[in-house]
Structures are given as structure tokens and as C-alpha cells.
């Protein structure tokens, strides 16, 4: 009986020898898995880490590109503003010349009236 008893623990210790061993390589395997999927998780983070910087640089060279247009549409104000002032400096300049000549010719013509008067 003894004998049975013996057959039977060994027979139960293999049995729960092989379920630990099956087991283990589930969790072995599983664990790999967990392995490859931690190791992809720190490439993408890697891959988001080194594109971050990029898109850094590429926000700091826009920021700068339109820092450099908004002083190229101020310095284009200016230019419009002078070109828009030139006509209206040039009609006063020639509605001075106008009246200039208008006033002289009326100053010229009493002056020729009055010449004309005394002398005969």
C-alpha cells in the first residue's frame, strides 16, 4: 500500500510538475511579448521625443518668418503712405505755382491799367 501511495504522490508531483512547467512557459512567453511591447513603447516615445525637437525648431522658424514679414508690411505701410503723399504734395506745390501766376497776372494787369492811365 505504501508502495501506492508513493506511485501515487510521484504521479501527482509530475502532473503538478508539468502544469507549473506549462505555466511558466505561458508566462514566459507572455512575458516576452511584454518585453517587445515595452521596447516598441520606448522607440515610439523616442520617435515622438526627437520630432517634438523638430517641430520646436519648425515653430521657432515660423515664429521668426513671420516676426520678418510683419517688418516687410510695415516698411510697405511706410512706402504706400510716402507714394500716396507725393500727389497731394505735388498739387500744392502746382496750385501755388497757379495762384502764384494768377496773382501776377492780375497784379500786371492793374499795374498795366494804372500805367496806362497816368501816362495817357
Not at 5 to 18: F, I, V
Not at 24 to 38: F, G
Not at 62 to 70: G, H, N, T
Amino acid at each position: 500500500m505504501e508502495q501506492n501511495n508513493y506511485t501515487a504522490l510521484k504521479q501527482s508531483l509530475e502532473h503538478h510538475e508539468k502544469q507549473c512547467e506549462h505555466k511558466y512557459d505561458v508566462l514566459k512567453k507572455e512575458n516576452d511579448r511584454n518585453v517587445d511591447s515595452i521596447k516598441e513603447i520606448y522607440k515610439r516615445l523616442s520617435d515622438v521625443e526627437k520630432n517634438q525637437g523638430v517641430t520646436n525648431v519648425n515653430y521657432t522658424n515660423i515664429v521668426d518668418m513671420f516676426k520678418k514679414l510683419e517688418a516687410k508690411i510695415e516698411k510697405i505701410e511706410k512706402t504706400i503712405d510716402e507714394i500716396k503723399e507725393k500727389p497731394a504734395k505735388r498739387w500744392e506745390g502746382l496750385s501755388g505755382t497757379i495762384i502764384a501766376v494768377i496773382v501776377t497776372g492780375i497784379i500786371t494787369f492793374i499795374l498795366g491799367q494804372l500805367l496806362h492811365n497816368v501816362g495817357g
